[in-house]
């Protein structure tokens, strides 16, 4: 009768362990759905399958931190989309939390919304580690978990993102063509960082050094951390003309607006700068053009939360998708600047131009974007 016991207690204890291990996605072949949309990373891209799910679905923003223009206009996205035909009858409920910079907060309203049966949760990483514990949650209870924009260092859920090693490689690309264009093959370049901590930042750092060590022309580079933030950019950038004198080139992986304002009012020469896609930005290189300032503009849009909601449901629906979902870069120069085409006269400085991703169907005006709160949806 005890062995009987024991061998019973086994077969159930396997029998748990394999639907342990089945629930959440699998690993399958491609090709994927609609690739014009979810594009894979690379011809190496792994593809995942979830079971499908009848809608409409129960989807929730995770976002951490809150303080720039960039993370405000990406929660405003997100309830614009939440509220597109082309979604609104899919979606059941729909939440967003911001839970600042604590990794933990981010990890523990996860966890609170897969208990409350949430089907899917895009969210916006603090770490790119650290997130193992609520992965094999979410697996256990087949809910679909879309890191996007600060993506984690796994291989294991399906993330959405536009390549920031690339990026950081074009802005210092960029930069260099300017400097020889005037003769400058060697000098001091400011580059002013994100948020720390966060793999966007890493990895856009990573991308602009590499180009930079691998010139032959002897650069000397001065970091300073602005957080993608105009107000903080502008002060550290002002700081470092004061302390360091003049600069070369400037680097920005965001608040860009801060960072020339900073320069006009030291009265620091126009020099190429390379920045993000706020419409502030494009405005002065606009304006500043025939006064000697040179720039790119890059856009890692808010937008991105847009395609992420799109590829969440895509999975809840059972389709095949990429593990790791590749957006193209938007790329604009000082040359190449229109108004009402790729900026706005009309619009907010801290808005971001690029929000359209017309192979996803994904195209959300800017009145509807503005119309929106960034408070919490709870």
């Known amino acids: 009768m005890k062995l009987g016991r024991v061998i019973s207690t086994t077969i159930m204890g396997l029998m748990l362990s394999t639907s342990l291990s089945l629930a959440g996605p699998e690993v399958v072949s491609g090709p994927g759905a609609n690739p014009e949309c979810f594009a894979p990373w690379s011809a190496d891209t792994t593809y995942m399958q979830w079971p499908a799910k009848d809608g409409p679905y129960k989807i929730a923003v995770v976002n951490g931190f809150v303080g720039?223009?960039?993370?405000?206009?990406?929660?405003?996205?997100?309830?614009?989309?939440?509220?597109?035909?082309?979604?609104?009858?899919?979606?059941?409920?729909?939440?967003?939390?911001?839970?600042?910079?604590?990794?933990?907060?981010?990890?523990?309203?996860?966890?609170?919304?897969?208990?409350?049966?949430?089907?899917?949760?895009?969210?916006?990483?603090?770490?790119?580690?650290?997130?193992?514990?609520?992965?094999?949650?979410?697996?256990?209870?087949?809910?679909?978990?879309?890191?996007?924009?600060n993506v984690l260092d796994t291989d294991a859920v399906m993330q959405v993102n536009e390549d920031q090693l690339l990026m950081g490689r074009t802005w210092a690309e960029f930069t260099l063509k300017e400097l020889a264009a005037k003769g400058v093959t060697?000098?001091?370049?400011?580059?002013?960082?994100?948020?720390?901590?966060?793999?966007?930042?890493?990895?856009?750092?990573?991308?602009?050094?590499?180009?930079?060590?691998?010139?032959?022309?002897?650069?000397?580079?001065?970091?300073?951390?602005?957080?993608?933030?105009?107000?903080?950019?502008?002060?550290?950038?002002?700081?470092?003309?004061?302390?360091?004198?003049?600069?070369?080139?400037?680097?920005?992986?965001?608040?860009?607006?801060?960072?020339?304002?900073?320069?006009?009012?030291?009265?620091?020469?126009?020099?190429?700068?390379?920045?993000?896609?706020?419409?502030?930005?494009?405005?002065?290189?606009?304006?500043?053009?025939?006064?000697?300032?040179?720039?790119?503009?890059?856009?890692?849009?808010?937008?991105?939360?847009?395609?992420?909601m799109k590829a969440a449901v895509s999975a809840l629906e059972g389709n095949v998708m990429p593990q790791l979902i590749s957006v193209p870069l938007p790329v604009t120069e000082y040359s190449q600047l229109e108004d009402g085409v790729n900026f706005w006269s009309d619009l907010p400085d801290n808005f971001f131009t690029v929000n359209e991703f017309p192979p996803c169907g994904v195209n959300i005006s800017g009145p509807s974007i503005m119309a929106q709160t960034e408070a919490d949806v709870n």
């Open 68 to 149: 720039n223009g960039w993370r405000i206009q990406m929660i405003k996205t997100a309830k614009a989309f939440a509220e597109d035909p082309s979604m609104k009858d899919k979606i059941a409920e729909f939440k967003v939390v911001s839970t600042g910079t604590d990794a933990p907060a981010q990890l523990g309203a996860i966890e609170d919304f897969i208990n409350q049966g949430y089907d899917a949760i895009v969210t916006i990483a603090v770490a790119p580690d650290g997130f193992d514990r609520v992965i094999r949650l979410a697996d256990k209870n087949n809910v679909v978990l879309v890191p996007f924009d």
């Open 186 to 308: 060697s000098g001091d370049i400011l580059e002013v960082r994100g948020l720390a901590g966060n793999s966007v930042d890493r990895d856009r750092s990573i991308g602009i050094n590499e180009v930079l060590e691998a010139d032959a022309g002897d650069w000397n580079v001065t970091q300073v951390v602005g957080n993608w933030d105009d107000g903080t950019a502008q002060k550290v950038v002002a700081d470092a003309i004061a302390v360091h004198g003049e600069f070369d080139a400037i680097i920005a992986q965001g608040g860009t607006v801060g960072v020339v304002q900073a320069m006009i009012d030291a009265g620091h020469p126009f020099v190429p700068v390379a920045g993000e896609s706020e419409n502030g930005f494009r405005k002065l290189l606009a304006k500043h053009a025939g006064d000697g300032l040179t720039g790119i503009s890059i856009g890692q849009s808010p937008g991105l939360v847009a395609v992420s």
